[in-house]
């Protein structure tokens, strides 16, 4: 299941950053940010962008799949299509894009 929560997000940074028995120092310095900064994002208390995710997730040897989502029930295609006639044009141009990103990153 796809996670949107930014604390779980947060928090599977942090198990894999301690399974890659790294700081959180030496993390950012991988991904080009301020110990502070990753340090917020990893706590769930700061949004990110794209880039710096992919960046993240190289300086932690994992894919954004291994980050993102969790075990449990999956949403199916049917599901995803609707949510995404549900919201804006500009809206649906941004999931696209983010999958776009998320499937290149595979």
């Given at each position: 299941m796809l996670i949107f929560?930014?604390?779980?997000?947060?928090?599977?940074?942090?198990f894999f950053r301690k399974k890659a028995?790294?700081?959180?120092?030496?993390?950012?310095?991988?991904?080009?940010?301020?110990?502070?900064?990753?340090?917020?994002?990893?706590?769930?208390?700061?949004?990110?962008?794209?880039?710096?995710?992919?960046?993240?997730?190289?300086?932690?040897?994992?894919?954004?799949?291994?980050v993102l989502?969790?075990?449990g029930s999956s949403v199916t295609e049917e599901e995803i299509l609707e949510q995404i006639r549900l919201h804006t044009p500009k809206e649906r141009q941004t999931a696209l894009d983010l999958l776009a990103v998320y499937f290149k990153s595979l």
């Open positions: 929560d930014k604390i779980k997000i947060g928090n599977n940074l942090l028995g790294l700081t959180q120092a030496e993390v950012a310095e991988k991904a080009g940010l301020a110990d502070r900064t990753y340090a917020d994002i990893e706590r769930g208390e700061a949004n990110m962008r794209i880039e710096t995710f992919m960046r993240i997730c190289e300086a932690l040897r994992v894919t954004p799949n291994d989502t969790e075990e």
